[in-house]
């Protein structure tokens, strides 16, 4: 059974950090591009960065393009994302996800994580 599991969000000032993880399990994830997403309500969710599990390039949203940072840890089998000079329109759930291919779309992403909320106060 594969899951992905969010820790790491919680409430934070303006100008702080937080770093997300996302623990992966049930099947080899080596080929497939890990996503992290975000969502507030009312709204669709909305792509912030995404890995390839193979080769560790990397690609991001403009909107948090030199604030976040996402990497992973092949022997934790756990992406993270470092997120730094929080705003509080970084306030959202966010969601690790796993697909097969680099995409910015949630609709090409296999597999979800259950979120982890994100509160950036002002």
């Known amino acids: 059974q594969v899951q992905l599991v969010e820790s790491g969000g919680g409430l934070v000032q303006a100008g702080g950090s937080l770093r997300l993880s996302c623990a992966a399990s049930?099947?080899?994830?080596?080929?497939?591009?890990m996503g992290w997403f975000r969502q507030v309500p009312g709204k669709e969710r909305e792509f912030v960065a995404r890995?390839?599990?193979?080769?560790?390039?990397?690609y991001y949203a403009d909107s948090v393009k030199g604030r976040f940072t996402i990497s992973r840890d092949n022997d934790k089998n756990t992406v993270y994302l470092q997120m730094n000079s929080l705003k509080p329109e970084d306030t959202a759930v966010y969601y690790c996800?796993?697909?097969?291919?680099?995409?910015?779309?949630?609709?090409?992403?296999?597999?979800w994580g259950q979120g982890t909320q994100v509160t950036v106060s002002s």
């Open positions: 996800a796993a697909g097969p291919r680099p995409s910015v779309g949630s609709s090409w992403y296999d597999y």
């Open positions: 049930g099947r080899t994830f080596r080929g497939y591009f």
């Open positions: 890995l390839s599990w193979s080769g560790g390039s990397t």
